[in-house]
């Protein structure tokens, strides 16, 4: 069980960072720290950040920022990166133009 | 720690969220929100198609939806300090048949009678509203004040905001059970035997409700249901309406991002046996949505798909809400089967909740959604 307040404050408020315009979702056009504030503002999972931010939310569905986005949060929730949860992989694997997607199955399988 | 408060809310998703975040608005910060998985929002609240829309509800949760349209869905980013992505640019619910006509136009008759402007348009008209549809749509019902919005910053933009104002969230909170004392409710009790304790819990968790109400004596008829949903790349502005059909076979939306988002069953759902903590989706559903939404829009045969999830609704057996308080167990205020309309009407379900929670009148009467409103006709 996790105490959100109690976290929030045991890590603290968002300080700004020198490096926090760096780009980390380059699908969705999320910064660094756009990422780090959001974890201030009670996202604590990486769930929850992928809703609130679009980070991993994109066209290479977070294959390119994953982990380091992990490592970003992990740092700014004072745990170690295995410690946060990885994110949830969703089908399709690539993406899949809706005609070739609606012959799966069905009538007209 | 300190585990007791004015109110108790079980479940983290919008319905919960809200509760807490009108409660701390009118001052009542004293709230603790207990939701049972990791992350909030985990439910249906993040998983569904986006729609804020009244046309075709239950005339029993009607009032409620237009409470909301009306009152606080216009004013909900500037006041949560989020994007909600909220668009009021209609809903056509779409036909291609005369039962389509027919059924299309009962839903509408019905709403219309309950004050709600919606009326039916022909194949032409729904044409000028949205010339992309297909030529073989032949009527529709047009409800110019329904919408969609963003459900994943919208329910996360709520749980934010009342954090902000004071109120206790915990996560990875799995509630076992409630306890009267003395005849009153009084004990919230975790599943890792952690107590909390209150004189008033608002219980909005989903399916998972019926369980937590079993504790207590409660019974209300209600199964689970697997929906599920894709969202597609950016595309051009297509249309920033919201659609649906008369056989509810496919609705959404063109997000404001360019994306679609779709959602949809392969009427197949009702074999599946998964619990529900572990949503898999099904991969016929994917190929019958997409042959959906090909029928009436056939442009969007070359979108990719990136994602497909599912979620659980949880549905009545009459098909409307159960919501306001349990007189069997003083205290014990039930916001439950939303039967997939509990995203639209999240706000007013959360405003209406705060206020009962306060002792005070809703501003709408739920009297119709009691949870022992239920009757056998055999």
Redesign the interface.
Known sequence: ??????K?KEIGPYVPAEDDDILVCRCEEVTKGEIRKAVH?????I??LR??TRCG???C?GQTCGRLVKSIVARELHVRPDEV?PATS???MR?????V??????Y?G | MNHTADVIIIGGGIAGCSTAYYLARSGVTNVIVLEGSDSIGHGGSSRNGGGVRQSGRDVRELPIVMYGIRNLWPYLSEELGVDTEYTQKGNLRLGKTQAHYEKLKKLADNCRASGLDVRMVDGKEVREICPCLSQEITCASWCPTDGHANPLVTTLGFYRKALEMGVRFFTGAKVKGLRKIRGKLREVILEDGTVFETDTVVLSAGYASRYIMRTVGLEVPMISHLEQVFVTEREPKMFDIMLGTADADFYGHQASNGTFVWGSDSGLEIGLDQSLDNVQTYDLSLGATCRAVEGYIPLLADAKIVRFWGGWLDMTADGTYIMGPAEEVPGLLLACGFNGHGFGTGPAVGYIMAKLAMGEEPPVDIRPLRYDRFMSNK
């Open positions: 069980m996790l105490d959100i307040q109690e929030m503002d009670g996202m604590t999972t769930e929850e809703r609130f939310m994109g066209l569905q949860e969703r089908t399709p993406p899949i133009e809706m005609k997607a609606g012959r799966d199955g069905g007209a």
